[in-house]
Every structure is written in C-alpha cells, then in structure tokens.
C-alpha cells in the first residue's frame, strides 16, 4: 500500500545539475507530487544516484517549490526523484496542495458514493451499440473490436505496471545521508579555500528567519574531497535558524582540487556564509 499519496500535475520545471564543478540547467515537467518525491519528464537525461536541484510552482500557489532532490529511478525520459532536506515551508506548500487536491477529487464524486467510488466513463462499446448496425454486421466486427480494446487495455497497464515498479521502489529507499569520502588529510586555513572556489551556491533566506529579523554568519566545518567537491558539512557557531539553509548551500560548493606532491587529497575547512537583511 502507498505510504504517500501521489497526485497527478503536469506543470514546468527547472533543474540545477552540478556536473564537473560547472551547474548544468535542464528543463521538463512534472508527472505527479507528492510529499515524498515527484515523477518528472526532462529534455535531458539524469543519472540513478545524482542529486539535482528543483523548481516548480503548483497550482493555486504563488511561492514556487525549490529543493534538493536525488534521482531514484528512471524509464526513458520519465524520472523518479525523491526529495532531500526539503525546508519546512516547502512541505507546507506540497502538503497544503495535496490535501486540497484530495478535496477536489472528493467533492467531485456524485452524491451517495464512497470515496473508493469512482465514475466510470461510458464505454466505447456501448456507445457503438447505439449506432444501430444490424444484427450481422454487429457480431462481425464485435470480436475484432473488443481484441483491439484489450490490447490497448493490456499496453497502457504494462506501462503504468512498470512506472508504478519503479515508484514503489524510490520509496522503499530510506533516504541517502551524505557520506565522507575518506578522511581529511590537511587542514587548510579559511583564506586560503577562499580563493580555490570554482562554484559557489547562494544561500536562501528562510522566510521565517527573515520575518524575525534573523540575520548573521553560520560557521561550518567542511571536508573537500579530492575531486574539490564538497562531503561533509557540520554546523559550528551562528544563528541555528539560518544554519540548515548555510549547509545546504555549502553542499553545492565546488573547489580546485588541493593538491600536496602531486596527489589531490582531502582537506579539511571551515566556511562563514554571511546573512544579511535588506534595509
């Protein structure tokens, strides 16, 4: 049984895919939401494992969806992604959406039924009946009709069989925690990581931290890998509101690789993002 249900909406979609160091825009649409994950169609393909950055506004929303999401399965062009650290207020964005789509599809039931109840759309079958083909020509072409119907019967449920498997799939995985890539061997001063940064990530301002006034630096401990990107991320000292949106970011970071007698190692930092309000 579905843990999390899942709703059907196709709207825009930007990802943010950071391939080599260098941030990489792909655009699609979504396939179905939840707030678990959601199913999506892109222009380009994305790898099983990969973490990729979302956008997307839901209907009846004016504040779009952004967050961090990893690529679970994949069938063609439609993939399943399943959200990671996704911010407080953009749960209650999905969660306000999902529930008042649930209320949608209840009320548009007839009176007197249960919400397992569904209507039926009228068949196409019985709408040939009515046509009024005599008797012969009706038992002639009724067999070659109903086989075309169950073929394409049986086609469209091998296909959703198969999206289905794939889901079900994404959602039995317990969701990945960043693992260390091996342990540090330096540390670096602040300065000088400062200046191997080849892509950094802004942070986003938590709508709550900035409706109080919240503003100052989060200090973090970071470990760099010896490809320059970013494994482990600890939060040391600053205001705890802005310290999840401090680490999120820093996970995107990319730096030149530390190099010591020709190897890239890795290193160990620390990192100060800086939050200020606009006056």
Known sequence: MR???RYK????LDLTVLRSGVPDRVHGHTLEVGEGGLGVVTA???LVGESVRVEFLVPHMNQPVRATAVVRYQSDRCFGLQFLRLPAEQQSIIRY???REAELV???????ASPQERVEDPSPLAVF?????????WAQTRPKIMAMVALAVVAVLLGWWRWEQGW???????????AATGQAQLQVPPETMEGRVVHKFLP???EAARQAGVQGSVKLETMVGPDGSVTQVKFMSGPTELSQAAMDAVRWWRYEPYVVNGQPVTVQTTVAVNFRLAK
């Open 168 to 178: 079900s799939q994404l959602e039995a995985q317990v969701p990945v925690k960043a």
């Open 129 to 137: 009946e009515e046509v009024g083909a005599d008797e012969d020509f």
């Open 44 to 46: 380009a393909r994305l």
């Open 106 to 112: 209840l009320a548009s039931q007839p009176r007197g």
């Open 204 to 206: 986003e301002y938590p």
């Open 9 to 12: 909406l196709t709207v825009p």
């Open 97 to 99: 959406w999902t529930r």
């Open 3 to 5: 843990k999390v249900p």
